[in-house]
């Protein structure tokens, strides 16, 4: 009887390791693998190059940091920046902030510096460089100057500077609002970047191999192999975290997230359905009607618009120069019957989509002040009414609107618009613009950059090479000017140089609109220190703006996302981004995990 006491315990005392096993976590456990749908494909991760496709930003924002962030509430919190302070001196007329950083890494390992968020926005401010979110930056004495390349001022008179390693100084030439200042730092278009990655080739942010990256996830794969689309993205061990002493999961809960884009809209949605797919943030087109009522639903801060290249010759004619063409073509789309298609996605009424503020908070949105402007629906007597006074004949006419290939919403709401114009008269077509495979030569091997896509409609649409395309136009912050300013002269972050000279010239938007009047409500309202009557400004900018056309809103986008039960922990920003550095999966010890 006393052997089998004894064997008992014995037997106990093994099981012991096992049990312990079960409540405690192997310390070599790295975490979730989570499988997801975050949105379309994305075929370039440059923060600065994210504002003119919605999925862009999706992904942009899990891998790159920003010194704010603004929250799902809509208030301005700091993130990478640890603190700041304002200095003013009335006698000497100088006034300036101090942002000190907090300590954490780039996914290399290497220490996010003063010197990466100088370059970033050097960057932008370049005269040699083209990019709409540099106005962002032109409260900083000089700023604007230096872009527009005014008398002397050159990108090196900018008034801001590393001061050492975790400070940038900034200063402005006057008071300013410094909140409004704070609100236009949210945008990821400013998040810090490295000079020594970023200038070894255009196409830095498309892989692995050539980004490195300062948000909580790191890019470990991607694939454009027919069939084997996918994107993994991975915890960085760096992300606020001592690697020295604290636990893997620290700073980041969740190990990797894996987006299977080669599964048609069906494949999603059961494996979504059969418990395999634990978010789904952006709901595919075909059955989207199916969770109408079941899905989270908030305002993207974008307005799906389409840009009328004023430029292009249709038929040996400037046809989009013409304002009363522009007018008809606005008057024959039913915006309410696309958004309606669309699902998640409100009628368009003006530019300015919901969420964007008046002032400087949510209290007051503009679009809700500015009301209307647009009709929803379709007035083809008027449209047609405008096509006669315009003195063109229709049927003489063709053009096409170019859209990229991977995005089907995009492809749907352009079928519609088509169908709209020919019934209008022109002869319409829908150029679905693919991806290729890129052959830029790598300047450090002199070998072609290889496994890597390039987006040629991003890249025809920067170059002005289309009739009439279709773009998100995602707002760059939370503030109305940023969202308006970029079609007057002087504010579309766009210039250029002749080597070794001074001759500087300032392009008009990318349309091709040039309104005077236009672009001094913009100077106005840049210079308007009080926010209401600046407010006052941008709606009559606005008004202008939807008056003539240079681009037609279609709607404004939605964010629709789906969260299995066993998911839990999920944010957003108000811009309508993910936040999945505490996210957990429930029993995710029960789950295959994807093969490194």
């Known amino acids: 009887m006393m052997k089998r006491v004894i064997a008992l315990v014995l037997c106990l005392l093994m099981l012991i390791p096992a049990f312990a096993s079960c409540a405690k976590k192997d310390e070599n456990d790295k975490g979730a693998y989570i499988n997801m749908y975050l949105s379309d494909i994305v075929y370039d991760l440059d923060p600065a190059r994210a504002f003119n496709n919605e999925a862009a930003l999706k992904v942009v924002s899990l891998v790159f940091d920003n010194l704010f962030v603004l929250d799902e509430n809509g208030k301005v919190k700091k993130s990478l920046a640890d603190s700041y302070v304002i200095n003013e001196d009335d006698n000497t007329e100088e006034y ?28 932008l401010l370049d005269p040699n460089n083209n990019f709409e979110a540099a106005s962002l930056l032109y409260d900083i004495k000089y700023a604007r100057e230096a872009k527009e390349g005014e008398g002397e001022i050159s990108i090196d ?52 191999a050539t980004i490195c990256s300062s948000g909580p996830f790191k890019l470990r794969q991607v694939s454009y192999v027919p069939g084997e689309e996918k994107l993994i993205l991975e915890r960085n061990i760096y992300y606020y975290r001592d690697i020295a002493k604290d636990d893997l999961d620290k700073s980041v809960t969740p190990y990797r997230i894996t987006v299977d884009y080669s599964m048609t809209d069906e494949e ?87 969420g964007v503020y008046d002032t400087n ?37 063709s053009f096409s609107i170019s859209v990229p290939a991977y995005d089907e919403v995009h492809i749907a709401i352009a079928e519609m618009v088509c169908t709209a114009w020919n019934d209008l008269g022109f002869n319409v077509s829908v150029k679905k613009v693919n991806v290729k495979e890129n052959e830029e030569i790598l300047k450090t091997t002199g070998e072609v950059n290889a496994d890597i896509m390039d987006d040629i409609f991003a890249q025809d649409f920067r170059a002005g090479k289309f ?10 912050s939370a503030d109305a000017f940023t969202v308006l300013a970029p079609f007057a002269k002087g504010f579309t972050g766009g210039s250029t140089t002749k080597e070794d000279s001074r001759d500087f010239t300032i392009p008009n ?25 600046r407010a006052e400004i941008l709606h009559e900018a606005e008004e202008l703006i939807m008056k003539e056309l240079p681009i037609i809103p279609i709607i404004y986008n939605q964010t629709a996302t789906l969260q299995h039960d066993d998911l839990s922990k999920v944010k957003f920003t108000y811009y309508g981004t993910f936040n999945f550095t505490k996210t957990k999966l429930k029993d995710y010890e029960l789950y295959i995990p994807v093969e490194d």
């Open 268 to 354: 999603i949605m059961q494996a979504y359905n059969d418990g395999k797919l634990f978010f789904v943030g952006d709901i595919p087109l075909s059955v989207r009607s199916n969770y109408a009522d079941t899905a989270e639903i908030k305002d993207a801060l974008s307005t799906h618009i389409y840009v009328l290249n004023q430029n292009a010759l249709i038929n040996g004619d400037a046809l989009f120069a013409n304002a009363k063409v522009r007018e008809a073509l606005s008057l024959a789309i039913d915006r309410t019957a696309i958004a309606d298609a669309v699902v998640f996605a409100k009628a368009a009424s003006a530019l300015v989509p919901y």
């Open 509 to 533: 938007h990318i349309s091709g609109y040039a309104s005077d009047e236009y672009n001094q409500l913009i100077e106005d309202a840049f210079a308007q220190k009080d926010l209401a009557v």
């Open 157 to 208: 008179d900018v008034c801001m500077s590393a001061i050492n390693e975790t400070q940038i100084r900034i200063e402005f030439d006057g008071k300013i609002d410094y909140d409004q200042f704070l609100l236009k730092l949210t945008s990821y278009a400013l998040a810090p970047l490295r000079e020594e990655i970023v200038s070894k080739t255009e196409d830095w942010a498309k892989k692995p």
């Open 96 to 123: 300036e902030m101090i942002i000190t950083l907090k300590e954490t890494s780039w996914t290399d390992g290497t220490p996010i510096t003063a010197n990466d968020v100088y370059y970033a926005w050097r960057r």
């Open 467 to 476: 009739e009439v395309a279709a773009i998100d136009y995602v707002s760059f």
């Open 361 to 397: 908070s949510k209290k007051d949105l503009f679009r809700e002040v500015g009301g209307d402007i647009l009709a929803t629906t379709a007035d083809m007597t008027a449209a047609k009414a405008a096509l006669a006074e315009s003195g063109i004949t229709a049927s003489k006419y």
